[in-house]
């Protein structure tokens, strides 16, 4: 057997006359950038996240840049978050001009440690990036308490976490601002960039309004320098169609998840945990085990797909040798860089294919 990593033409082929008669739709309105396709779109997934305002940017990463803009985030700024993620977490600090500030991680869920967070502070820090890895969502109370305390902005990178809850509230109405992204492989996801921040700031909506379409506040008036970054009305039809299946498209996640858990007990293999306040929606189904190289070469061998998100930390990339990091600064993500990897978790697995690769594992990492 083989079994695909993630598979999106399994999704497609479920819904696929609803989605091809809202793309027609878009196609022949003749409407393609914003318009009242995005507005709709912005409007259900703003009362989805019980946040007052959703504004649609053309990717996950551009909805951090103009988060830190819309906050004022900039040259001479830090910015503290976590090393164990995707680049782009701390690449958009680098691109508004501040300097990201790495802190270990929490050893089960993967996420910036609240405890960390106080001994990196210093007069620049202005605010907190967590991240809502794999689908968990961080420890946000805490997370909030230290902020409150310290005056910092939150801004929650929740680009793998659509419809997780923290204490029964979903990701995206957590902080100052939520930022998701679409990109096709994550759990609410179009067909090409698209992205989105949430926010219940009135003035942080609409500074972000007036970013993603070059500072314009009028036709022709810029009062601000801004970009080029909207959601377009293609995806927007798309994303409208796949919200009406999300959360299904979660629950059997959970139920992927559930089956996996049951079928590791008693081996070597750490599943991935969900604390008392999180609902996890499971982006990602990531173990820790021993010997993973070998574990990997094993799937890879048996026909499976795998992925290690992720094998080298932030703060030990190239680019930020100049943060001057050294190895062994931040063990925590460091010794999740060698255990962890993620196993096949999209919704539309069949059972037999969770059990082949549960199996598969099972015997791997016996030796
Ligand atoms: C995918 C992702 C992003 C970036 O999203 P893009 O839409 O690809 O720009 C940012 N942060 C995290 C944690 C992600 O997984």
């Given at each position: 057997m083989k079994v695909p990593f993630l598979d999106l033409t399994r999704q497609y082929q479920q819904i696929k006359a609803e989605l091809d008669a809202a793309v027609l739709k878009v196609l022949a309105s003749g409407q393609f950038i914003l318009g009242e396709t995005v507005k709709q779109f912005?409007?259900?997934?703003?009362?989805?996240?019980?946040?007052?305002?959703?504004?649609?940017?053309?990717?996950?990463?551009?909805?951090?840049v103009l988060a830190l803009r819309a906050l004022g985030i900039g040259v001479g700024d830090e910015v503290i978050t976590s090393p164990f993620t995707f680049f782009a977490t701390a690449e958009c600090v680098s691109q508004v001009g501040a300097t990201p500030v790495f802190v270990d991680i929490e050893p089960d869920t993967f996420n910036l440690d609240p405890a960390a967070i106080e001994s990196a502070l210093t007069s620049r820090t202005k605010a907190v990036?967590?991240?809502?890895?794999?689908?968990?969502?961080?420890?946000?109370?805490?997370?909030?308490?230290?902020?409150?305390?310290?005056?910092?902005?939150?801004?929650?990178?929740?680009?793998q976490a659509w419809g997780a809850t923290c204490n029964g509230k979903r990701a995206g109405g957590l902080g100052y601002?939520?930022?998701?992204?679409?990109?096709?492989?994550?759990?609410?996801?179009?067909?090409?960039?698209?992205?989105?921040?949430t926010t219940n700031d009135d003035e942080i909506a609409q500074q972000v309004r007036l970013l993603r379409t070059h500072g314009q506040a009028q036709?022709?008036?810029?009062?601000?320098?801004?970009?080029?970054s909207r959601l377009d009305a293609l995806q927007a039809a798309v994303l409208a169609v796949k919200l009406k299946y999300v959360d299904r498209w979660n629950e059997r996640r959970r139920q992927h998840a559930q089956r996996y858990n049951e079928l590791f007990a008693g081996t070597p293999v750490v599943p991935p945990a969900e604390k008392p306040y999180a609902k996890h929606v499971y982006h990602q189904y990531t173990i820790r085990v021993p010997h993973r190289d070998a574990v990997e070469r094993s799937l890879k061998e048996a026909g499976i797909g795998c992925m290690v998100y992720y094998r080298v930390p932030l703060h030990l990339q190239p680019v930020y040798a100049h943060l001057g990091y050294p190895a062994g600064?931040?063990?925590?993500?460091?010794?999740?860089?060698?255990?962890?990897?993620?196993?096949?978790?999209?919704?539309?697995?069949?059972?037999?294919?969770v059990e082949y690769v549960a199996e598969t594992v099972r015997t791997a990492v016996k030796g």
């Open positions: 912005e409007e259900a997934a703003a009362h989805y996240c019980g946040a007052q305002h959703a504004v649609g940017v053309a990717s996950g990463t551009d909805a951090l990036i967590p991240v809502h890895l794999f689908g968990h969502c961080a420890d946000m109370e805490r997370i909030h308490a230290i902020a409150e305390k310290h005056g910092l902005f939150v801004i929650e990178d929740a680009a601002a939520g930022c998701f992204s679409f990109f096709p492989t994550k759990n609410l996801a179009c067909c090409g960039d698209g992205g989105l921040l036709r022709y008036e810029h009062v601000m320098l801004g970009y080029n600064s931040l063990p925590v993500a460091e010794q999740a860089c060698r255990e962890v990897i993620s196993l096949p978790i999209f919704p539309e697995l069949t059972e037999e294919e």
